[in-house]
């Protein structure tokens, strides 16, 4: 089982479903409403959890009326929630509108998320005794590379969704093993991921492709499923293929790939991560 430490955001989803998604200035009625806990960090670090691994969150949450049930939903899922720390303030939030195709638009205020802005000692202890480091950029950047350059200080693998997309110093690319990007992401970063040894980019329900710094490239196809909300695929996507990296990337995607498609096929990021039990039976079927 894999020690993984996921250096992160949590955020509560106010999420709505909608037939389509208004044009700018226009007001239409909704189909649903529903407060999920996600966050970028949270829900990599429950599919990480869910997908196998063994799995710490370092984060932080307000102290407002979403704290506890954000900090439960980690504890039920089986993260070590020791170094989630509570903050002034209120906790993260997204506002998520979902479309009657399974699309999503998201808005997010970090909150105490934004408050992540120096790691202890205790925090980066926790860091140097895992086997992966997975970060994103829902906290602020010089936090995650704080914690990727004490990662490979101490010999632990550097994964890094590099999500939502924004411009990333040569350090931080240098101190990253492993980048997961979507497409569009790919696009955006284009040559800074050239240093990165290992790219993952996924390609929606067409499954990833991963590229070696060797140049070599491995398909891996998708599943097809009914999608319903793809809130929280690429999160589950990143957590799952984190659990499974030490069986190599070819392995690690056939999981990551099963274990985003499912994600898909319900409404709301966090419950909507499947069990490693699920994962087994679509990817080996009676």
Not at 124 to 133: Q, S
Request: glycine content about 14%; hydrophobic content about 50%.
């Amino acid at each position: 089982m894999a020690r993984i430490v996921v250096v992160g955001s949590i955020n509560m989803d106010l999420v709505t479903t909608v037939g389509r998604r208004p044009e700018p200035g226009e007001t239409i009625s909704g189909e649903s409403f529903a407060l999920v806990p996600g966050g970028k960090g949270s829900n990599q670090a429950i599919a990480a959890r869910r997908g196998g691994g063994e799995v710490e969150f370092v984060g932080a949450v307000g102290d407002d009326v979403f704290a506890g049930e954000l900090a439960g939903v980690l504890g039920a899922a089986g993260v070590g929630v020791s170094r989630l720390r509570r903050v002034e303030g209120a906790s993260g939030v997204a506002a998520i509108v979902v479309d009657g195709g399974g699309e999503n638009s998201i808005i997010v205020v970090g909150g105490a998320n934004s408050r992540m802005t120096e790691l202890s000692s205790a925090d980066l202890e926790v860091i140097a005794g895992a086997d992966v480091l997975l970060c994103q950029l829902e906290i602020p950047v010089p936090t995650v590379l704080a914690a990727a350059e004490h990662a490979r200080a101490n010999g632990v693998t550097v994964v890094l969704n590099p999500s939502p997309v924004q411009e990333l110093s040569e350090r931080l690319w240098a101190a990253v093993d492993i980048a997961v990007v979507n497409e569009g992401e790919a696009a955006e970063f284009g040559a800074a991921l050239d240093v990165v040894p290992h790219v993952i980019t996924t390609l929606g329900a067409a499954g990833a492709v991963y590229r070696g710094l060797d140049g070599r490239k491995i398909p891996q196809a998708g599943i097809e499923v009914e999608v319903i909300d793809t809130t929280g695929a690429g999160d589950t996507f990143a957590g799952v293929l984190a659990a499974h990296w030490h069986e190599g990337p070819e392995a690690a995607m056939r999981w990551a790939c099963a274990a985003g498609a499912l994600a898909t096929t319900k409404l709301g990021a966090s419950v909507a991560i499947p069990e490693l039990a699920e994962i087994e039976r679509v990817l080996s079927p009676a």
